[in-house]
């Protein structure tokens, strides 16, 4: 019986430039590829890690090209999705909680705490790379302060 060759990859990640906010001059969101075609040479899936600084969002948008699925590791956050046409509701994240948001899925996501970061760990499928242009990202606008209302 012939023996299996696996490649095993080991990578800190690179962080994405488009994915890094700033408030005076500290970093409060960041996105790093932890697994992709650039750091592990993988082809169909990006593992990331998402660390959002207290009261920090990402705006309502679009992957029209994949899958995403997010898990929480750490701290208190929302994802809001759009149920309806201009219709979100929020759903709350805490460690543990899983969510899959299939392609074409509306949503964003907001850490609501006033003190603590939320982490989460992401996975687009069937892209090499979490490039806005690769995910098929299209903005959706900003999130209004009424639809910030957990369920």
Excluded: Q
């Excluded at 169909?44 to 660390?51: G, K, L, S, T, W």
């Excluded at 074409?104 to 989460?120: I, Q, S, V």
Aim: charged share 30%; with cysteine.
């Amino acid at each position: 019986m012939r023996e299996k060759k696996f490649k095993v990859s080991i990578s800190e990640g690179i962080v994405k430039p488009e994915f890094v906010y700033t408030k005076d001059g500290a970093t409060t969101f960041e996105c790093r590829e932890l697994i992709s075609e650039a750091t592990t040479g993988a082809k169909d899936i990006v593992v990331f890690r998402a660390v959002f600084g207290p009261r920090e969002e990402h705006a309502k948008h679009v992957h029209m090209n994949c899958d995403e699925i997010v898990y929480c590791v750490a701290g208190r956050g929302a994802e809001g999705i759009e149920v309806r046409n201009g219709v979100w509701k929020e759903y709350e994240y805490v460690p543990g909680v899983i969510m899959h948001l299939p392609k074409g899925t509306a949503h964003y996501t907001r850490n609501p705490d006033y003190f603590e970061k939320l982490e989460l760990i992401g996975i687009f499928l069937g892209v090499p790379n979490m490039d806005k242009k690769t995910t098929g990202y299209k903005s959706k606008g900003k999130v209004l302060s009424h639809e910030k209302v957990i369920v």
